[in-house]
């Protein structure tokens, strides 16, 4: 009466969850991650991966170290050096063409992880022919060996602290929105009594948004008949925040401005936080350089 379970079923069952792994996998990774476009934080986070690496290798002599009849500090201090160098290296040339043909829509906490094997791989080049110069050899055939040990001193804290960062930031703006929020019951509706200044020709209390479009600007608005509607125009957000100043229109994003009237609720994520607006399916980005702004 009580069998041995169907093998068939087991397998079903394994494959079932490991599908349900894998998609949780991939919405994880499919999360949006923080975006710092300044050079300054990516080098001086380069400086420290150096820093660590030279003390990692002079303390804990790992990977065959301790074998090094040189002085043992200032070989440590040359792989931080060299770990440092491949890292601009890679900024200034793999980098700039991931940034500009895969993560330029919407940085992910994926593309982060490519992105970070792709400076680990560049560094265990650099690193594994430093080695092998000090050797007075090229033997390729221990690469794979040098990727591994950096993997393994590099890869996995970096992957784990990334995605602490990203879930703390999510926590942080989720909670700023929720606040935001409670402070704004009631808006969203159009503005009837506003001053009947124009952009484009287009009530300023119709604006939906406006998006920067290089020397173009797509601005979003609502018909008379509330039926959403766009013009292109040459201009950029800078001179039409001048003509509008002290308005309803206000930046949000270094490529969207917001009417701020019709705000129905807000979101957060890692990025900053997302408008959801009257009428409009899209969500519209604000830039964590201007949330303190939205917050008060």
């Known amino acids: 009466m009580f069998g041995d379970a169907n093998p068939r079923t087991s397998i079903g069952v394994s494959y079932l969850y490991a599908m349900i792994w894998l998609h949780k996998t991939i919405q994880f990774l499919n999360r949006p991650f923080p975006e710092d476009e300044r050079k300054v934080i990516y080098y001086r986070n380069l400086g420290f991966i150096g820093l660590f690496v030279a003390f990692f290798l002079y303390i804990f002599q790992p990977f065959g170290f301790h074998n090094t009849t040189s002085n043992k500090l200032l070989v440590a201090l040359a792989y931080g050096a060299i770990t440092l160098i491949?890292?601009?290296?890679?900024?200034?040339?793999?980098?700039?063409?991931?940034?500009?043909?895969?993560?330029?829509?919407?940085?992910?906490?994926?593309?982060?992880?490519?992105?970070?094997?792709?400076?680990?791989?560049?560094?265990?080049?650099?690193?594994?022919?430093?080695?092998?110069?000090?050797?007075?050899?090229?033997?390729?055939?221990?690469?794979?060996?040098?990727?591994?040990?950096?993997?393994?001193?590099?890869?996995?804290?970096?992957?784990?602290?990334?995605?602490?960062?990203?879930?703390?930031?999510?926590?942080?703006?989720?909670?700023?929105?929720?606040?935001?929020?409670?402070?704004?019951?009631?808006?969203?509706?159009?503005?009837?009594?506003?001053?009947?200044?124009?952009?484009?020709?287009?009530?300023?209390?119709?604006?939906?948004?406006?998006?920067?479009?290089?020397?173009?600007?797509?601005?979003?608005?609502?018909?008379?008949?509330?039926?959403?509607?766009?013009?292109?125009?040459?201009?950029?957000?800078?001179?039409?925040?001048?003509?509008v100043a002290e308005g309803a229109i206000v930046r949000c994003h270094r490529s969207f401005l917001v009417n701020q009237e019709l705000i129905l609720s807000t979101s957060g994520n890692a990025q900053g936080l997302l408008l959801t607006l009257a009428g409009c399916d899209q969500e519209i980005p604000v830039s964590r350089s201007y949330v303190a702004a939205f917050r008060n």
């Not at 050797?135 to 992957?159: N, Q, R």
């Not at 019951?185 to 119709?206: E, Y």
């Not at 979003?220 to 001048?242: F, N, P």
Request: proline residues 2%.
């Open 86 to 243: 491949a890292g601009v290296l890679y900024d200034i040339t793999l980098g700039t063409l991931l940034r500009k043909y895969f993560i330029k829509n919407r940085l992910t906490l994926g593309k982060w992880v490519l992105n970070i094997m792709g400076i680990i791989l560049m560094i265990s080049l650099a690193n594994f022919i430093f080695a092998q110069l000090l050797e007075g050899s090229l033997e390729w055939h221990l690469f794979p060996k040098m990727i591994f040990a950096t993997i393994a001193i590099g890869v996995f804290p970096v992957i784990t602290l990334g995605a602490i960062s990203m879930l703390r930031q999510e926590k942080k703006y989720q909670g700023i929105a929720q606040e935001i929020n409670q402070k704004s019951i009631g808006r969203g509706h159009l503005v009837t009594n506003q001053s009947v200044q124009t952009i484009f020709g287009v009530p300023l209390n119709r604006v939906q948004y406006i998006e920067a479009l290089q020397n173009y600007v797509r601005v979003v608005y609502l018909d008379e008949q509330e039926q959403l509607k766009e013009q292109i125009a040459r201009a950029t957000l800078k001179s039409i925040l001048e003509e």
